[in-house]
């Protein structure tokens, strides 16, 4: 293997998928425990001053007041070096929640042994699987009073239409929760109420029947694993490489993240199945990993906190080539050439120049607002990827200029923010109110901060009664006329000129695609 081959096959990039609460962080700081890439936990949490003072990162960070911190996360383990992206939940879900799952190449679902699948693990799953990204779950929380591990495989395969597969087998729950059998490995791990140490590796079994288990366990629970896995594997199909990696089976394992327990068996099964870096479509040709020629899109933009600074960070997922700091790269789209002096690569807690990155490395690019969201830097060639959408909004609202003097102010402000992707904006054909969408409610506080520190216009966002967005399309032209006539009053255009369907609700929107059934009804869209 080339020098190049081997450390795109090394490369693991994935992001955690989890409702509020779930366990996320936690399990992040875990993660990062194991691949020493922090020796505290709560270290994820809590960022104290001193150790922002060892980063000179930091301090830049600090004087322009950009935040991106935890963005992404990179740690080795064992022969691996894995980049956690995150996810943003709690109030920055956006839509760069969903577009970070455009940038990794598998993900791990964390749910609640308790709760089971909610609403925002159910969304990102669908974003996963437009891409057919392949999933790991975990289901945490084990040391508490939990479902039945039959019931939460179960309502994982019908309510995601997942084949299931456990790599772990849990051990009682709650206070008698006394571990997990790792069914890849046949290994049984004991759990020790100790926060934070590491577990160790457990002890090597040479199967379910090997008489080790009866002298390690108690008896009520040796017969109820050996019975359950018999059950589990009489109900679920075996582990498929195939299937997990096109996204159609996801292997189940059980923990405590926060008593760091089953974490391991996870990370391991992420070095050893999960993929690496994978092949990019683009407009024209797919391009590979391993491919000399440096590529990648931007697929993340962190705006400037401080108003008097322009400055952002352009996330670029690295998609080919062995990258060097100091070269330079074409933006596709412009044509220009931007001189890769400052790229930042993240280890966990720190910044740091990035001095090379292969395929699957996320850098940050600092800029003044040239780099978009989508827009492709290579050693040359005009390559577009695609598979990097824009996501439909979820909730609408209208926004107003405190001053009506100040309208095309807001325009321009608003039109900036949609290019930049920070949220959907849209021009009704009637009326002159414009219409804002974005994923997660608290980003209207958001956008009406920075419109009014940023661009000095003080604005109101109002609700309305508009119930979704959705971008049309029909091949039949006049089909399409006959659609927008009839809809006319429902009808709007985003920043790039593209026709939306503004829904008043699920009838709505049903009764036009009824209407109407050549017409495409687009929940995303690629950009232009
Ligand atoms: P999130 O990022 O997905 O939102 O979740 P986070 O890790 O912050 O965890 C949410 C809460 O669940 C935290 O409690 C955390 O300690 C707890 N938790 C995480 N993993 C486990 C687990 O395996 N077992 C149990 N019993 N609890 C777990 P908190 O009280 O909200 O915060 P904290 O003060 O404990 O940090």
Not at 26 to 43: H, N, P, R, S
Not at 472 to 481: G, W
Request: proline share 5%; hydrophobic share 40%; net charge negative.
């Amino acid at each position: 293997m080339t020098s190049l081959d081997s450390n795109v096959a090394r490369r693991r990039t994935f992001a955690i998928i989890s409702h509020p609460d779930a366990g996320k962080t936690t399990l992040t700081e875990k993660l990062l425990l194991f691949g020493g890439a922090i020796q505290l936990a709560g270290a994820v949490k809590a960022r104290g001053e001193q150790r922002r003072a060892h980063s000179d990162w930091m301090k830049v960070e600090r004087e322009r007041g950009i935040s991106v911190a935890s963005s992404v996360m990179t740690f080795d383990y064992q022969d691996h070096t894995f980049n956690l992206l995150d996810t943003p939940g709690h109030e920055d879900f956006s839509e760069d929640t969903y577009r970070v799952l455009t940038a990794v190449d598998s993900a791990v679902m964390v749910i609640d042994a308790a709760k089971g699948i909610e609403e925002q693990t159910r969304k990102l799953f669908e974003v996963c699987r437009l891409r057919d990204v392949p999933i790991m779950t975990f289901v945490n929380k084990m040391d508490r009073e939990a479902r039945d591990p039959f019931d939460i495989l179960d309502e994982i395969e019908q309510s995601l239409a997942l084949d299931v597969t456990p790599g772990s087998w849990p051990i009682g729950m709650g206070k008698n929760f006394l571990g997990v059998y790792d069914l890849f490995k046949d290994r049984l791990v004991l759990m020790e109420r100790s926060k934070g140490e590491m577990p160790d590796e457990g002890e090597s079994c040479s199967g379910l029947d090997d008489p080790k288990l009866d002298r390690m366990l108690p008896s009520w629970a040796v017969d109820k694993l050996r019975e359950e896995v018999e059950m589990a594997r009489g109900l679920c199909p075996e582990f498929d490489m195939e299937a997990y990696r096109a996204g159609t089976m996801t292997p189940v394992f059980f923990g405590s993240a926060v008593n760091n327990f089953g974490v391991r068996e996870m990370l391991q099964a992420l070095g050893e199945v999960a993929p690496p870096p994978r092949p990019q479509p683009t407009a024209g040709r797919t391009v590979a990993p391993d491919e000399d020629k440096v590529s990648g899109f931007v697929f993340k933009i962190q705006a400037n906190m401080d108003p008097k600074h322009r400055d952002r960070i352009a996330f670029m997922r690295m998609c080919s080539g062995h990258f060097k700091r100091g070269m330079k790269l074409k933006h596709v789209r412009s044509g220009k050439q931007v001189n890769m002096h400052n790229p930042v690569m993240f280890l966990a807690q720190d910044r740091e120049l990035a001095e090379e990155a292969f395929a699957g490395d996320i850098i940050g690019v600092p800029n003044h607002g040239n780099l978009r969201i989508g827009d492709a830097l290579t050693e040359g060639e005009d390559l577009r990827f695609t598979g990097i959408p824009s996501f439909a909004p979820e909730m609408l609202q209208k926004v107003r200029p405190e001053d009506p003097l100040k309208a095309k102010h807001l325009g321009r402000a608003l039109w900036q923010i949609a290019e930049e992707g920070a949220a959907r904006v849209f021009k009704p054909r009637f009326g002159s109110d414009w219409i804002v969408g974005v994923v997660g409610s608290l980003q209207f506080d958001v956008l009406a901060d920075r419109i009014r520190t940023e661009y000095d216009v003080p604005v109101r966002f109002e609700p309305t009664t508009l119930y979704t967005a959705r971008w049309v399309s029909c091949e039949d032209a006049q089909a399409f006329k006959k659609f927008q006539d009839s809809y006319n009053q429902a009808l709007a255009e985003d920043h790039d000129g593209d026709l939306v369907f503004l829904a008043r609700n699920a009838w709505h929107l049903d009764r036009a695609g009824e209407d109407f059934p050549a017409l495409k009804f687009h929940k995303t869209k690629e950009h232009a």
